[in-house]
């Protein structure tokens, strides 16, 4: 099996697993938070079925602008805020220790691709457009909309620094790495920045 199905594969079991585990009246929440994962999968893999090999990299932008689009009606009606999906400003004092935690992230991101060794293609400036897009649109679907539903459906009970952590977020973390591959070296390059 490819890596990368696979990966998918991995991605939607584990966002499935959190519908048994969820009590009945959060479960609905659970299953949107797995319904907008698939939708992320099909229209990623649709994407890339269509898309001429130069514009690949574009797929994980259209994948993740279809996900926002399909969560705006829950958006509209008030199922979810706009401060669940972190559509709000930072609050006072919280830029520092973010940027902190980025960078750290991003350092120990670039050290683990670093020991795999060269990049097999060139950074091109629209392939680094198409990444940092596809990168900004991921964080809203994921740390957003897909992360506001697990929450729902498993709230909140362990604190890490100040940050409320919960079964919904490991999993949906879990669940984006997954998405990138399974093979080792890939996982350990996506995980300290996921």
């Known amino acids: 099996m490819n890596d990368g199905i696979a990966g998918w594969?991995?991605?939607?079991?584990?966002?499935?697993?959190?519908?048994?585990?969820?009590r009945r009246e959060q479960r609905p929440a659970a299953v949107g938070a797995f319904a907008l994962l698939l939708l992320y999968v099909v229209a990623l893999a649709v994407a890339g079925w269509l898309l001429d090999p130069d514009w690949r990299p574009w797929?994980?932008?259209?994948?993740?602008?279809?996900?926002?689009?399909?969560?705006?009606?829950?958006?509209?009606v008030g199922r979810l805020t706009r401060a669940e999906v972190g559509l709000v400003p930072l609050r006072p004092g919280s830029a520092r220790?973010?940027?902190?935690?980025?960078?750290?992230?991003?350092?120990?991101n670039a050290w683990i691709v670093g020991l795999r060794g060269p990049a097999a293609m060139s950074v091109a400036g629209p392939l680094l457009l198409a990444v940092v897009l596809a990168a900004m649109i991921e964080e809203?679907?994921?740390?957003?909309?897909?992360?506001?539903?697990?929450?729902?459906?498993?709230?909140s009970r362990w604190d890490l620094w100040g940050a409320p952590?919960?079964?919904?977020?490991?999993?949906?973390?879990?669940?984006?790495v997954a998405l990138h591959g399974v093979r080792p070296g890939m996982l350990l390059g996506v995980a300290p920045a996921a």
């Open 59 to 76: 797929a994980p932008a259209i994948a993740a602008a279809a996900v926002w689009l399909a969560f705006q009606p829950l958006l509209a």
């Open 9 to 22: 594969l991995l991605a939607l079991a584990i966002s499935a697993a959190l519908i048994p585990w969820s």
């Open 165 to 176: 952590v919960s079964l919904g977020g490991l999993a949906v973390t879990a669940a984006f």
């Open 97 to 108: 220790p973010a940027f902190v935690v980025t960078a750290i992230a991003l350092v120990l």
């Open 140 to 155: 809203l679907v994921f740390r957003g909309v897909i992360l506001a539903l697990a929450d729902r459906a498993h709230p």
